[in-house]
């Protein structure tokens, strides 16, 4: 039990790390359209830049933060039922709904680090006025995938350990510290 909750804690601090570290691009997309908003209405100079880049920030913000969202729950669920349910019940019916979960981000994971080589193998570029290079778009995007995919490891065994045996796996790893 102990080495699963030590499992548990590599993951959620890694989640914990690379969320709120992407919680910094949201305040370089302010910037970004800051600066924008002043080319345009006052310089009457817009760039060629800050849409796509504020796009792409977005995108990372989206994939990079969606591990620690998983990690504290804030992801929408359908709760009519599920909130009526003991926490046991719940983590029942989360392990039973956890196939359809890594189903969806199995196949998200591997076309997106396939999206990753290929931008990669052969160097794409937006295509865009600007055309800036999108491999490491596309790599973070299979990265922020793949975390999630990990916070859901971490979400299935809690909720598999409680299932199981009724008891949070937080509380089971403290006593058996003593």
Known sequence: MRLLFRIVKVIDAISSLVGNASVWLVFILMLVMV????????????????????????????????????????????????????????????????????????????????????????????GTIWNPPIWPISILLAAGVGLVMLQGIAKFIRDLVMAVTGVPLEQQAAAFKG
């Open 35 to 126: 600066y924008e908003v002043a080319m345009r209405y006052v310089f009457t100079a817009p760039t060629i830049w800050a849409m796509e880049l504020s796009g792409y920030l977005m995108l990372l913000f989206v994939a990079l933060g969606g591990a620690l969202v998983l990690q504290q729950d804030g992801h929408i669920n359908v709760d009519i039922l599920y909130s009526r349910l003991s926490k046991r019940a719940q983590a029942v019916m989360s392990v039973i709904t956890a196939g359809l979960f890594f189903i969806f981000l199995y196949y998200f994971f591997i076309l997106s680090a396939k999206q990753a080589m290929v931008a990669v193998a052969f160097r794409h570029t937006s």
